[in-house]
């Protein structure tokens, strides 16, 4: 196996790991809520609203602690959005967020929980009233950690484009950002031209001082022609960094990391296709030569894309004018399916190339 396949099967594991973390905190409403709470099994739930900085601040401990105890028969981990679900909220008497109450099994008069916000504490706290003796699963991270020993070799790369996050350990505003930051480098995680680090800048004071570190965090954007770095500006919420980061490094992916409609599209060859598509006959066939024309002078993970608009516009014109109709429903019917990360970003590249020649 190569270095690459090897890399690639590395980042395929850590992103189902942390896209299965995500989804192990089961979703409660007014509709399940009776269901799954005071029956035969203790819950801890986490009452929530989405805009509440605890409340995302929590958000990867309680997920960690859901994963972890996934497969424990005697407890439920679980939360509610009392944005959506207000009146469920109110009858349980939440007040604030996030709010974490303990049901015992059988029971709907709760246990208030009101110790630390980690998910060891959690963990003691459900083991504890639970009767289970579940120990916290690792979630691997996708930041890159940068040291002295790798800071030029990464950040430097000119094939990279690097957004570095310069913190430190005691600083409550990197704790708070640490979250979102961590979803940011899970969403780029398969993208191999961009890198998201952080640099503990109070251990490597001499790498803060020399990119002129003042404060914590600081941001900075290192992209493949400008390795002097700029300033990150902009605001901290995930889809202002997954906005930035598509503008400056040409990516099409949203905060969950999956690829959006654009992811694929070149404007270079649009106004071809759009040409072949309403041509026939020999005109159809002089256009498809201007397309390999245009195919051949293109780089790196353009000219990738460049040749799967040069296939389909062959088999539209091998295969007929359905070609393109039935080859998006065959890949979407694959995306239906359980399949990788790897695997599911082809296809939806393919997908929304394909959909140019309808």
């Given at each position: 196996?190569?270095?690459?396949?090897?890399?690639?099967?590395?980042?395929t594991?850590?992103?189902l790991c942390?896209?299965a973390?995500a989804e192990?905190?089961?979703?409660?409403t007014?509709?399940n809520?009776?269901?799954e709470?005071?029956?035969?099994?203790?819950?801890?739930?986490e009452?929530?609203?989405?805009?509440?900085?605890?409340c995302k601040k929590?958000a990867?401990?309680?997920?960690k602690?859901?994963s972890?105890?996934k497969?424990?028969?005697?407890?439920?981990?679980?939360k509610?959005?009392c944005d959506d679900?207000k009146?469920l909220c109110?009858?349980n008497?939440?007040?604030?967020?996030?709010?974490?109450k303990?049901?015992?099994?059988y029971s709907?008069e709760?246990?208030?929980?009101d110790?630390?916000r980690?998910?060891?504490a959690?963990a003691?706290?459900?083991?504890?009233?639970?009767g289970?003796?579940?120990k916290?699963?690792?979630?691997?991270?996708?930041?890159?950690v940068?040291?002295?020993e790798n800071?030029?070799?990464?950040v430097?790369d000119?094939?990279k484009d690097?957004?570095v996050?310069f913190?430190a350990?005691?600083c409550?505003?990197?704790k708070?950002?640490?979250?979102?930051?961590?979803k940011?480098?899970?969403a780029?995680k398969?993208e191999?031209d961009v890198v998201?680090?952080?640099?503990d800048a109070?251990?490597?004071?001499?790498?803060?001082?020399?990119?002129?570190?003042?404060?914590?965090p600081?941001?900075k954007f290192?992209?493949?022609?400008?390795k002097a770095?700029?300033?990150y500006?902009g605001?901290?919420?995930?889809?202002?960094?997954?906005?930035?980061?598509?503008e400056?490094?040409?990516?099409?992916?949203?905060?969950?990391g999956?690829?959006?409609?654009?992811?694929?599209?070149?404007?270079?060859l649009?106004?071809?296709?759009k040409?072949?598509v309403?041509?026939?006959g020999d005109?159809?066939k002089a256009?498809?030569?201007?397309?390999?024309?245009e195919?051949?002078k293109?780089t790196g993970t353009?000219?990738?894309?460049?040749k799967i608009?040069?296939?389909?516009a062959k088999s539209c014109?091998?295969?007929?004018?359905?070609?393109?109709k039935?080859?998006?429903?065959?890949?979407?019917?694959m995306?239906d399916k359980?399949?990788?990360?790897?695997?599911?970003n082809?296809?939806?590249?393919?997908k929304?190339?394909l959909?140019?020649f309808m």
């Amino acid at each position: 196996m190569s270095r690459s396949q090897i890399w690639f099967a590395f980042v395929t594991l850590a992103l189902l790991c942390l896209s299965a973390f995500a989804e192990d905190v089961v979703v409660l409403t007014s509709e399940n809520f009776a269901k799954e709470v005071g029956q035969s099994r203790g819950a801890l739930i986490e009452f929530y609203a989405p805009w509440c900085g605890h409340c995302k601040k929590l958000a990867p401990e309680y997920e960690k602690l859901a994963s972890s105890f996934k497969k424990a028969k005697a407890v439920l981990i679980a939360k509610v959005d009392c944005d959506d679900q207000k009146e469920l909220c109110t009858q349980n008497d939440v007040n604030g967020y996030p709010t974490i109450k303990w049901f015992p099994k059988y029971s709907l008069e709760p246990k208030m929980y009101d110790g630390p916000r980690s998910a060891d504490a959690l963990a003691e706290f459900v083991n504890t009233e639970g009767g289970t003796n579940v120990k916290l699963a690792a979630i691997p991270s996708s930041v890159a950690v940068l040291t002295t020993e790798n800071f030029d070799e990464i950040v430097l790369d000119e094939s990279k484009d690097v957004l570095v996050e310069f913190y430190a350990p005691w600083c409550g505003h990197c704790k708070s950002l640490a979250p979102t930051y961590e979803k940011v480098a899970t969403a780029y995680k398969l993208e191999e031209d961009v890198v998201i680090a952080n640099l503990d800048a109070d251990k490597y004071k001499d790498l803060a001082e020399k990119y002129g570190i003042g404060g914590f965090p600081t941001l900075k954007f290192f992209p493949k022609s400008n390795k002097a770095g700029e300033d990150y500006d902009g605001d901290r919420d995930l889809d202002d960094f997954v906005t930035f980061i598509n503008e400056k490094c040409g990516t099409s992916r949203d905060g969950k990391g999956q690829l959006t409609s654009e992811a694929g599209i070149l404007a270079s060859l649009d106004a071809l296709v759009k040409e072949f598509v309403s041509a026939a006959g020999d005109e159809r066939k002089a256009v498809l030569s201007q397309i390999e024309k245009e195919v051949e002078k293109l780089t790196g993970t353009s000219s990738r894309y460049g040749k799967i608009y040069l296939k389909a516009a062959k088999s539209c014109i091998d295969k007929g004018a359905d070609y393109a109709k039935n080859e998006m429903e065959r890949l979407q019917r694959m995306l239906d399916k359980s399949i990788s990360p790897l695997k599911a970003n082809e296809f939806t590249i393919k997908k929304n190339i394909l959909s140019t020649f309808m």
